[in-house]
Every structure is written in structure tokens, then in C-alpha cells.
């Protein structure tokens, strides 16, 4: 009996050391730190949702489009100048940059539902920017510290990588208006308040495993990530649904409480692979140290020149002005002055003025072109939440089409830079003539496009100038994005909508009241703008053509090998020899 008791009593322990060193592993492994990095960038497309809750700004505030279109360049301004958060992210570990922005997103969207709900006096124009720009500029906080942390987790399958991320922010519209729905009803004004605190508390909340796991990189990663890929498609088609089922007919409360609760089952179903994984790794391990426990005999001779292959040579330091003329060969570290001062750069900063400058426009004035085409306001919400699955779509499949065709046919990554760039022109078009129903067309084009440019884009960076100083670099390339939204949105289609406005209401004999909002319709408001934006975009892709040539020769050699090199070699031999050392003095 005491024998049973025993026994028994050593398999309950050793039951209850297995689930606590598997459940150890999981919470500290870099799977469950894709998995968090994947909740918080679900609920941070705030940015994406401007044409929601800007109809309330201009309406509340008495704003005209030039005004709202400023509003809406310092928030693209916010969301994309990240350059100080990738400098504090390259000194510091990733949580640093994360709370940093949960504290900016909460405090300035906070002051924006204040103002748009009255509980504050009416600010003046430059603060409701300032407010705006500090809220965006969240964004990049939380991009740097998610999007440039994985890349460097899971160098070898980047493209993917990217993808996922920029695909679960792009969803991320679609997944907040649902619960906005549940939570406030139809309360546009509320929107801006959960927009406020969703993103800081899920932030907050996986903070601590956000963090670099080096050396580890494995064959295997893709298929995992195929397979958060797939949940993820799962996800964007019951959104799908949803948003069409919720346009046809009138969803009650308690019904956006099941749509809700179901999206929420669907949102954590990755952790289904991060068990599987972290189970195999967790296994491994535990074969790994009973396997060591064997006594064997050690060769020092044999075994120690293996930590000469990873011992490197000091090399003089040289001056990063003396050389930012003279970089390295394509696809190792650039710095950050050598990368700046490149014509590949300037190519690709060019090109992605032109081409996301369009897109901008109408991602932000998505509400006001449904208005002044006649569309419902229902229908301006479908079409809010419908583009943001299309920019998702856009977002996964160039980053899993772009790896693929680079690993199989070494195409360059810059070719499908350039359809990205040209193709929205169709959708420029069926805006600008109005045709009949083309704006639901407009949405899902301009949309894919919109999403599709982001992993593109952070994927050449990474490709061309090395991963050194990705958290910098990453954001540099973020830089065209506003300067494209001022020029195109408020310079060209703010100016003209106003422009056409002012005449429709002189043509009626009325006069604007100041601080009375002014409103354009029919299809001249925005026309002659689109018109303009098709041709600059079609520039852009020519300018990026020229990138595609220069950069044919690099896409045909392997420009992931020193990743696998590192990642798959060196490390394990590190390990494996260090514990043959440290093995007798245990025995």
C-alpha cells in the first residue's frame, strides 16, 4: 500500500511539474508572443476609422472639408512619424515602446471624445490637431514595438510575418465597430471613447511577453504561421458575413452580443497553435535533458573549437559620416544615415507619396465621397467595415503571395510594389465619373491596394537595408505616408470639395454661416481630385519600375540564407556545446 502511495504521489508530482513547465513555456515562448502581438494589433486601426467618427468632428465643431482633411493629415502625420519611437526602440526593450503608447493613444483620443461630446469648451483648430497626432501617434508606438519586434523574432519568414500583423490591424476597423455595436449601440460619439481605452487596456495587458527571443529561428515557422493564417481567413469571412447580414437587415442588441462573443471565439483561436508548437518545443526539451543526463564522455579538443565559428574579431569602429556615402551590398546593415542617403531609398519614398497618397484620401474621406454621392448612411458604415476586411485581404496576401514568389520564381519584391501602386487607378476612376454603384468596387480595390502597400513596403526596407536598424528604418519609410495624405487629401481634394461647395452654395443664393460645417454634392465635388490622384499614382508606379531593375539582381540570390544560417546553426551549437562542458562538474 505504501508502495502505491508512493508511486502514486511521485506520478501526481510529476503530472503537476509537467503542466506547470508546459504552461511556463507557453507564456514565455515566442509563439504566445506572436499570439499577443496579433490581440494588440487587432483593436489599433483607430486611424482606419477617421471617416466614422469625422462626420461628428465636422458636424459638432462647424468644420469645412479643408479643415477635416487637416485633421485627418495630422493624424496620418501621428500614425506614421514613429522615427523617435524607433530610436527609443532600438536602446531599450519593446514594453518601453508599448507603454509609451498606451499612454498617448487613451490621453488623446480621451480629449477628442471631450471635446466632440461638449464636456469641454470648443478647442481651437491647432489643438483638436494636436490632439489627433497625439493619438495617432500611438500607432507607431505599438507598430514599432509589435511589428519590428516579430520581424526579429522570425527573420526568415518576414513577408508573412508582416503580413499577419498588418492584416489583423487591418481588421482591426471591422472587429472594433463590433464592438462598439454591442457595447454603445449606434452612438458614433461613443466610438471615440472606446477607441480611447480598448487599444491601451489590451496593450497593457499582454505587455509582458512582448519581448526578443534570438537564436531560434526553425524550418518549421512557416507552416505555424500558415496556420494562423488560416485562422485568421476564418475570422475575415465571419466578419464578412456579418457586415452583410447586419446591412440587410436590423441587428437588435442582444443579437450584436452573439455576433460579438463569436468574434471574440474566433479572435483567440491562434492559441490553439501556439499550444501545439510550444508543446513540440516543450517536448523537444524535455528529450533534449534526458538525453544530456546520460554521462558521455567529453572531448574538449573536438568540441571547443566550435565556439571559434561564432567568435568574431573586433573591427575598428569608422565614423557613420565619414561613410554614409559608401554603404554595404544590398541586404546586409545599412545604418541609418548610409540607408537615408540612398537612391534605393529615394526611389521608394517617391513611389510611396504617389501611391499611398491616393489611398489616403480615400480611406479618410470614405464618409463625406458617400455623402456627396448620395449612398445612405448605412451604407458609408458598410463601407467603412467592408474596406477594412479588403484591407486586410490586401495586407495577408502580399505577405504570404510576395514570399512565396520570391522562394520560387526569385521575382523581385518591388514588381508587385508597382501593380499595388497602378491598380487602385480603376477604383480612382469609378469615384471620380460616379458610376452607378462603384463605389462598393472603389472600397474593395482602393482597400486591397491600401493594405497591400504596408508589408510591401516594410518588407523591401527590411530587405534592402538590413534588420540593424529596422526599428528606424521602419519608420522612415512610414514618413511618405502623411506627406502623400497632406498633399492629395487636403491640398488637392479638400481644396476642391470646398471649392465646388462654396459655388453650389452661391448658385443657390446662400451665404456660409461661420462655424456652420460646409457640405458638397453630386459627382463634380470630388472628380476633378481623383482625376488628378489617377495620374500622380500611375507616375508612381513608372518611378518604382525603375527600383524593380535596379534591385533584380539581389531577389534572384538567397536573401534570407544568413538568417537560417544563424538562426539554425550557430545557435544550437552554442548550446549543445556549452552544456557538454558544464556536464561533469553536474555528474
Excluded at 501621428?78 to 530610436?87: D, M, V
Excluded at 458604415?381 to 520570391?406: C, D, N, P, R
Excluded at 535596379?550 to 550557430?570: L, V
Aim: charged content about 15%.
Amino acid at each position: 500500500m505504501a508502495y502505491y502511495k508512493q508511486n502514486g504521489g511521485e506520478n501526481v508530482g510529476s503530472c503537476f511539474r509537467n503542466t506547470k513547465g508546459l504552461t511556463l513555456q507557453v507564456v514565455t515562448g515566442r509563439w504566445f508572443m506572436a499570439f499577443s502581438s496579433f490581440m494588440i494589433m487587432s483593436v489599433s486601426g483607430a486611424s482606419y476609422m477617421f471617416s466614422l467618427y469625422s462626420r461628428e468632428i465636422k458636424s459638432v465643431l462647424g468644420y469645412d472639408q479643408t479643415t477635416l482633411n487637416l485633421l485627418s493629415f495630422f493624424k496620418d502625420l501621428g500614425s506614421n512619424i514613429g522615427i523617435i519611437s524607433g530610436l527609443i526602440n532600438e536602446v531599450s526593450p519593446p514594453c518601453v515602446v508599448l507603454s509609451i503608447g498606451g499612454v498617448l493613444n487613451f490621453f488623446g483620443y480621451f480629449i477628442i471624445w471631450l471635446a466632440v461630446t461638449r464636456k469641454i469648451a470648443k478647442p481651437q483648430v491647432w489643438k483638436m490637431c494636436l490632439y489627433i497626432f497625439i493619438g495617432a501617434n500611438s500607432h507607431c508606438s505599438t507598430n514599432t514595438g509589435v511589428i519590428v519586434t516579430s520581424v526579429k523574432n522570425f527573420p526568415g519568414t518576414r513577408g508573412i510575418v508582416i503580413g499577419l500583423l498588418s492584416g489583423y490591424l487591418g481588421l482591426s476597423a471591422a472587429i472594433i465597430t463590433q464592438i462598439y455595436y454591442a457595447f454603445y449601440g449606434n452612438d458614433s460619439k461613443s466610438l471615440i471613447l472606446l477607441m480611447a481605452w480598448l487599444p491601451t487596456a489590451v496593450t497593457f495587458v499582454c505587455l509582458p511577453v512582448i519581448r526578443h527571443h534570438k537564436g531560434v529561428e526553425q524550418p518549421s515557422d512557416s507552416k505555424a504561421f500558415y496556420n494562423f493564417l488560416y485562422t485568421t481567413l476564418v475570422l475575415a469571412g465571419f466578419l464578412m458575413v456579418v457586415i452583410i447580414l447586419q446591412k440587410s437587415f436590423s441587428f437588435t442588441r442582444s443579437e450584436y452580443y452573439i455576433t460579438t462573443s463569436l468574434m471574440l471565439l474566433l479572435l483567440i483561436l491562434p492559441l490553439a497553435v501556439v499550444m501545439v508548437e510550444e508543446n513540440k518545443i516543450w517536448k523537444s526539451k524535455q528529450e533534449h535533458i534526458n538525453s544530456e543526463n546520460t554521462p558521455k564522455p567529453l572531448n574538449i579538443t573536438t568540441e571547443m573549437p566550435n565556439l571559434e565559428k561564432v567568435t568574431q574579431t573586433p573591427q575598428k569602429q569608422v565614423s557613420c559620416w565619414k561613410n554614409m556615402f559608401r554603404p554595404p551590398s544590398r541586404g546586409d546593415d545599412y545604418t541609418i544615415l548610409q540607408a537615408l542617403f540612398s537612391l534605393d531609398m529615394v526611389i521608394l519614398f517617391l513611389a510611396t507619396i504617389c501611391g499611398l497618397g491616393g489611398t489616403l484620401t480615400v480611406v479618410n474621406n470614405l464618409g463625406q465621397i458617400g455623402t456627396s454621392l448620395g449612398y445612405s448612411s448605412h451604407s458609408i458604415t458598410t463601407f467603412v467595415s467592408l474596406m477594412a476586411i479588403w484591407i486586410y485581404m490586401g495586407k495577408i496576401v502580399q505577405g504570404v503571395v510576395s514570399e512565396f514568389i520570391i522562394a520560387k520564381f526569385k521575382v523581385p519584391r518591388p514588381i508587385l510594389f508597382t501593380f499595388i501602386l497602378a491598380f487602385p487607378s480603376v477604383g480612382y476612376l469609378l469615384i471620380a465619373f460616379n458610376v452607378p454603384n462603384g463605389l462598393y468596387a472603389a472600397s474593395i480595390i482602393i482597400g486591397f491596394c491600401f493594405g497591400a502597400n504596408w508589408p510591401l513596403l516594410f518588407s523591401i526596407i527590411s530587405e534592402l537595408f538590413g534588420l540593424k536598424f529596422y526599428s528606424t528604418l521602419y519608420n522612415v519609410g512610414s514618413v511618405a505616408s502623411p506627406i502623400g495624405s497632406y498633399l492629395f487629401s487636403v491640398r488637392v481634394a479638400g481644396h476642391l470639395y470646398d471649392k465646388e461647395a462654396t459655388r453650389q452654395m452661391e448658385a443657390l443664393g446662400l451665404k456660409r454661416k461661420l462655424g456652420e460645417e460646409l457640405n458638397c454634392n453630386g459627382s463634380e465635388c470630388y472628380k476633378m481630385a481623383f482625376i488628378i490622384i489617377t495620374a500622380v499614382s500611375l507616375f508612381g508606379a513608372l518611378v518604382s519600375l525603375i527600383l524593380v531593375l535596379r534591385t533584380r539582381k539581389f531577389y534572384r540570390s538567397d536573401i534570407y540564407k544568413k538568417f537560417r544560417e544563424e538562426g539554425g546553426t550557430i545557435e544550437p551549437e552554442i548550446v549543445h556545446t556549452q552544456n557538454k562542458i558544464e556536464q561533469p562538474a553536474a555528474n
